[in-house]
């Protein structure tokens, strides 16, 4: 039980399929099928390198956790994500460090990479660094 590693990066993006194919292009490898998740007003892309992931998000819409990014920020690196096993007892661990979370519990949702439960680091606690933990079923 506990951190496993890191899974993933996250990139915030305006063109998510142009940069795709140049992460691809320059790396080698072949992104996933465009996936929309209307509910967070993004839609994303995954690139396998090995075990870890490269997912290119961009917002559909002006109102989402994307879009938001990238107006206050730009395009760029939005968030890394660590493979955990046991989300809550993490969780709980993290809560007694004095880490607070985005949402109360994880979410549990179909993606392109699988079933998993996630939630956030709130990145206030992190200094500035938007921090997913992810289990994957």
């Known amino acids: 039980m506990g951190i496993e590693g890191i899974m993933k990066i996250g990139i915030a993006t ?8 140049m992460i691809g292009d320059a790396l080698g490898l ?4 465009a996936v929309a998740y209307p509910p967070l007003g993004m839609r994303y892309r995954i690139l396998r390198l090995g075990d870890f992931l490269i997912e290119v ?3 559909i819409g002006s109102d989402g956790p994307i879009a ?20 809550e007892q993490v969780m709980a661990d993290m809560k007694s460090k004095g ?15 699988g079933t998993m439960k996630f939630v956030f680091v709130n990145p206030r ?9 992810a289990e994957l079923f």
């Open 30 to 33: 072949v992104p996933g099928e």
């Open 57 to 59: 998000m961009e917002p």
């Open 68 to 87: 938001r990014f990238i107006e206050r920020n730009g395009e760029g690196l939005q968030h890394m994500t660590f493979k955990v096993t046991g989300i």
């Open 99 to 113: 880490l607070r979370f985005t949402s109360s519990a994880p979410v549990t949702l179909d993606t392109a990479i």
């Open 14 to 21: 305006k063109e998510m399929d142009r940069t795709a194919m």
């Open 125 to 133: 606690g992190s200094n500035g660094v938007l921090i997913q933990l």
